[in-house]
């Protein structure tokens, strides 16, 4: 049987303070989406993420990093999609990724352009839906809808993992339930 995380991604999206401090309920964001970032790395999911115009807006804010792999690769972006920022795409063909997950900001924003440039080339998209936010919660509904019409997926991120995992059995499944208990 083959490994379900070959060929997948995960992709955190300007979780910068500049944007983190303007959306409701950010610190929830950022618990679930470090629970993310662990859970990629224990099942050995290539992990990278995008920062906006850092040099105006700063960087990926402290609480994520710390959650990150050593080497995490990160690239720098002035456009809305990150397949604007120079290297991703040497990222997604260097790690063979043809499905992204996706976390961060802002799902009507950056998340949606991203999303559909991946599903334009081909890769397939799952929203991590507690791992997205927005300044308008009102914007995040019509958004994901479009973005299912398309063929992305929206689910919670416990869910991918445990799909990841899928048996009891698997190798990584006791270290896994207690990040899960710890998040």
């Known amino acids: 049987m083959s490994d379900p995380t070959n060929h997948l991604g995960l992709l955190f999206?300007?979780?910068?303070?500049?944007?983190?401090?303007?959306?409701p309920d950010h610190d929830r964001?950022?618990?679930?989406s470090c629970f993310a970032a662990k859970a990629a790395a224990l099942l050995g999911i290539s992990i990278a993420t995008t920062e906006q115009m850092p040099e105006k807006l700063g960087t990926t804010t402290?609480?994520?990093?710390?959650?990150?792999?050593?080497?995490?690769?990160?690239?720098?972006?002035?456009?809305?999609?990150?397949?604007?920022?120079?290297?991703?795409?040497?990222w997604i063909e260097s790690n063979?990724?043809?499905?992204?997950?996706?976390?961060?900001?802002?799902s009507s924003i950056c998340v949606y352009q991203t999303a559909v440039?991946?599903?334009?080339?081909?890769?397939?998209?799952?929203?991590?839906?507690?791992?997205?936010?927005?300044?308008r919660p009102e914007d995040r509904a019509p958004i994901l809808q479009q973005l299912l019409t398309m063929e992305a997926h929206v689910l919670p991120a416990?869910?991918?993992?445990?799909?990841?995992?899928?048996?009891?059995n698997h190798p990584k499944f006791k270290e896994f339930t207690q990040l899960v208990k710890s998040s």
């Open 29 to 32: 964001l950022l618990q679930r």
């Open 96 to 106: 063979q990724i043809d499905h992204l997950l996706i976390a961060g900001l802002e």
């Open 13 to 23: 999206i300007d979780y910068q303070d500049a944007f983190l401090n303007a959306i």
């Open 117 to 135: 440039q991946a599903l334009s080339e081909n890769i397939g998209v799952t929203l991590l839906s507690d791992c997205i936010s927005e300044r």
């Open 158 to 168: 416990e869910t991918i993992f445990y799909s990841l995992l899928g048996d009891a």
């Open 62 to 90: 402290e609480q994520l990093k710390s959650a990150l792999p050593e080497n995490t690769p990160t690239f720098s972006k002035s456009t809305f999609s990150a397949w604007g920022a120079a290297g991703i795409n040497r």
